[in-house]
């Protein structure tokens, strides 16, 4: 039995609630053999009591030793198998930008780019715009028609746009026109299969235009494209769950995976404090509600360790403006790790802590990589998160008699 | 590869025994947090020893987070997954009574109930007729025909019977008859698909028949009807194992579950101590024993935590008895978990202990949730228990070259 048809067969109604604080890129590693992660460095005493009074352990984000991006660090974390529910980036971009996507339209991020006269990059990403500038050449680039299709380009920030083709029998599969290196020609698109084709032919005629369009806006004068995507048929968070889900995130990226998710998107400002202010603003009105934290990624990524530990420490300041409106299932996880020493996501298992009443205690006292191997949830894969928190929340009946 | 084909690839000819000991609803939890669980309050010096000489862990009923009934709990004990194969609670009812169920029958649970002048159900169980009543009762339904089908009316215990359609071509998707409140009409049956309406038809039928029958028995004057099911194609442990399979179960739907299994069902009286009795008389004729222990589940369903944990002892001092067979594997299992404090079935993963000669020992000195959370078989699904046990009793050749 497909485990979405066994929640819509065993979910209950209630009036319970779930806080779900996704800290992006928790996990990390010691910078040497033997010392501290991030997380274990940090002075943490809000994580350490909920580490006490709740349950925790370790999520695999999608199986042993995979890496996830974003959309599926957090598919995985909202209960849809990451291995069977792809995103493209086109489709996070753009529905992270707000853009009303339907079923016809193909999506893909831009980047806007410096050509040389032979036509090679020699900046890709165009000296680094404003996005009062980026804004100026969209508005360029929609005089831009395609044929047989409509094309919508939208400012993103920056160097980034987003663009989207609307037409009948339009494939995805399409390669990126960015090269990913300067000094090469951009990538033609080519397309994998007739649909595909299809998109690709209106990629090129649209480039092209745009070549001639921006000619004389150097330095940005061409344009890269990578993530070709349709949005998949996912079922909403309500429909599988029965959960009224609102989304408090501050990134783009992150409100575009739960609209995908069939969340509220709700405005959250772009802090801690705004995202806190609007979680008790709403708290009668949502079942779900996710909350989303960049800074642990960020700093991860730009491999600064103290800065790391810094946005722990500050995430960890907030939890109890969480845990004062008692929540019934109250949830700290991460959907990747990303630890400082590698600068980058990683596929390392991801603490983890699931407070709630019905939580078998563990013994554990503090919050940490280390700790969260002898925890009560032990090692489990991100997909069946969800589960438990829908468990714990009182919302699931038995299964079979 | 499926798992049952591995299985049947892999086994081998022994002269080896398996006990496998299911406390039902085991796990539990402490009442207050960072208190002990049942389990843990309980003095179990002998399941202590098994885990200072065996391999302890959790196991995971269905999936994390999904509780399981008694069916879907002891099929994965049995090493059926309880996702793939579903019983109904008809059939374990019919199963559990020694009625011999075939291939072509449609079985569900009745209910004894009372119906108001206006046809409403007054009381939900008939005011708990003796069972001796109930014998009664169901022989005048036996007076029954109905319309191009048998029908077999089975007395079980107390307001409970069981009734039986058998006929070609019918189905099971029929709706619940019981309202399961008082104060409204018993409900129509109706069926999911053609089969199934045609099963529908005979319960109605049966139904109007039943309501005359009973017309002049108040307070037994009515029946309401739930758990239609068919027998599911289900392998015997013979068939999968190639192992000689008892059962020894004092009450019926345990005895039910072991006969799906196709096991056979011993005699094995109403106490531990008969059961054990049992099981020394037979010790040569099986290679498999499967011995199911019911108060840790129905202490725990009351919520009453000091008897689940004397339920618990009790059990505890039984142990010597089976491992002065020598058992070349003694599992000590649960189907799920009972904590007191839910009054109820739960998700929780269940403290499991393994003893054989070819164990790794993991350090353990005492069995209990905590415990086995640092065990060697770590947590587990229940599914895979039996390949374990198959694997220590030297029943599994190699797999592959």
């Given at each position: ?218 330095p940005i004068n061409g344009a890269t494209l ?171 009946g038995k299964y079979g008699a």
């Amino acid at each position: 039995m497909n485990t979405h048809d066994l929640i819509r067969e065993l979910r209950e109604e209630s009036t319970s609630k779930i806080v779900l604080l996704v800290a992006d890129g928790l996990g990390g590693l010691p910078m040497t053999p033997g010392g501290r992660t991030e997380l274990e460095t940090a002075r943490t005493p809000n994580l350490d009591a909920c580490a006490a009074a709740g349950t925790s352990g370790l999520s695999i984000p999608v199986l042993p030793g995979i890496t996830p991006g974003s959309g599926p660090g957090h598919l995985g974390l909202f209960g849809y198998d990451p291995l069977e529910f792809r995103i493209g980036r086109g489709i996070l971009e753009a529905l992270g930008i707000n853009f009303a996507v339907g079923p016809n339209d193909v999506c893909v991020r831009g980047n806007f780019t410096t050509l040389g006269s032979d036509g090679k990059i020699t900046d890709r990403r165009a000296g680094r715009p404003t996005t009062e500038r980026c804004i100026e050449i969209v508005e360029k680039l929609r005089t831009i028609q395609v044929t047989g299709a409509e094309v919508f380009v939208e400012p993103v920030k920056e160097h980034r746009f987003v663009l989207v083709f609307r037409g009948e029998g339009l494939g995805d599969v399409v390669n990126d026109t960015d090269p990913q290196v300067a000094g090469v020609l951009p990538l033609l698109a080519q397309g994998a299969d007739p649909a595909s084709r299809k998109t690709a032919g209106l990629v090129n005629e649209f480039i092209a235009k745009a070549n001639v369009v921006l000619a004389d806006e150097f330095p940005i004068n061409g344009a890269t494209l990578r993530g070709f995507a349709k949005k998949p048929a996912i079922i909403s968070m309500q429909g599988l769950y029965g959960l009224r889900s609102a989304a408090l995130a501050v990134y783009p990226m992150y409100k575009g995976l739960a609209r995908l998710a069939g969340m509220d998107i709700l405005d959250a400002g772009d802090s801690l404090n705004s995202q806190m202010a609007m979680l008790k603003k709403v708290w009668n009105e949502y079942d779900f509600f996710f909350l989303h934290y960049k800074y642990t990624d960020s700093t991860g990524e730009d491999g600064n360790f103290p800065a790391k530990v810094q946005m722990i420490e500050k995430l960890d300041a907030a939890i109890p403006q969480i845990r004062e409106l008692n929540p019934d299932v109250f949830i700290v996880a991460g959907d990747h790790s990303t630890p400082s020493k590698m600068k980058s996501h990683s596929w390392h298992p991801v603490p983890t802590v699931i407070v709630a009443d019905t939580c078998r205690t563990d013994g554990l006292t503090e919050f940490g990589e280390s700790a969260c191997l002898r925890g009560g949830l032990g090692q489990f894969e991100a997909k069946h998160l969800m589960l438990l928190a829908m468990a714990h929340a009182g919302r699931f009946g038995k299964y079979g008699a």
